[in-house]
């Protein structure tokens, strides 16, 4: 009965952090800002540290199952 809400949470996880790595890595390759106002980077490498712990939260996530 728990494994229900921990696929459902290291789903969620995987898409936001696959979609942030996804969607930072297209920024930087197009060399458009990640972020408007910060340097860029920093906000690449932000972008990236969140985008990576949300992908281990999720494999984490995944193997309480």
Known sequence: MESG????????F???GGGLLLWTAVRLKQRVPVAHGVHPVVSAAAAGLAGTAAVLLAVWC????
């Open 5 to 12: 809400p921990a696929i459902f949470t290291g789903s969620v």
């Open 14 to 16: 995987a898409l936001f």
């Open 62 to 65: 995944l193997t309480r199952v």
